[in-house]
């Protein structure tokens, strides 16, 4: 058990819908981060926040959004669903933000759009 | 270019055998951090071991070591003693000095050890 938390596990819903993942870092974790893991495009870095505030994007999608809450939780909003959002979305955490500071991933959330 | 290249999709090895997962790495940062991370089948990514790219010796974690030759840009994790428990799919990381939030991660390896 890493001690990142991720709800739900899992999710089943329809196009076009509106969905929200939420993640609680490791206790004293300051950065938290958003990965998809999907079959044909593996594991892709969303996004990335610090103590609240975002410090880098990946190849996340307009439709996608993100923050991190003054507690540290962080949640990721995906919206105007697709089937190609089907997908593993994975929270990891770190005390900093710096170059050795291990990430720690949370157990995923399964996304089913159909 | 690839950031992270895993050039064995799949691989079997015997158990209690040592096995070697190759990673090649792409950067002209000269600082830089190299991961490796285990999936097993139930998906969580769990953290095996981490070699800086200054550090001076061969990272080190229990059965986990990481064959790190600077000059190639490999990483390879050679895990000694294989278990049954080690079947899962392993992936290589990195993440760069001048622009460290963001972890570029390979295709993975998926190692299925058999008894």
């Known amino acids: 058990d890493s001690g990142v938390t991720q709800t739900p596990k899992h999710l089943i819903t329809a196009t076009g819908q509106r969905v929200t993942l939420r993640c609680s870092p490791r206790s004293g974790d300051l950065s938290v981060y958003w990965y998809q893991q999907s079959l044909d495009q593996g594991l892709q870095f969303l996004i990335h926040?610090?103590?609240?505030?975002?410090?880098a994007k990946g190849n996340i999608l307009e439709r996608f959004s993100a923050q991190q809450f003054p507690d540290l939780h962080s949640e990721l909003n995906l919206s105007s669903l697709e089937l190609g959002d089907s997908a593993l979305y994975f929270c990891a955490s770190s005390v900093e933000e710096g170059l050795t500071d291990t990430q720690y991933f949370g157990p995923g959330t399964r996304l089913t759009v159909l | 270019a690839q950031k992270i290249t895993q050039t064995q999709p799949g691989m079997f090895v015997q158990e209690k055998e040592a096995v070697t997962l190759d990673c090649t790495y792409d950067t002209s940062d000269p600082s830089y951090g190299l991961f490796w991370y285990k999936q097993p089948s139930s998906g969580e990514m769990i953290f095996l071991i981490y070699?800086?790219?200054?550090?001076?010796q061969n990272a080190t974690e229990g059965r986990y070591s990481l064959n790190f030759q600077k000059a190639r840009k490999s990483a390879n994790l050679v895990i000694s003693a294989s278990q049954l428990g080690d079947s899962a799919m392993y992936f290589c990381?990195?993440?760069?000095?001048?622009?460290?939030?963001?972890?570029?991660f390979g295709s993975g390896t998926k190692l299925n050890v058999k008894p």
């Open positions: 990381a990195m993440r760069e000095g001048y622009n460290f939030n963001k972890f570029y």
């Open positions: 070699q800086g790219s200054y550090d001076q």
């Open positions: 926040y610090y103590n609240g505030e975002e410090r």
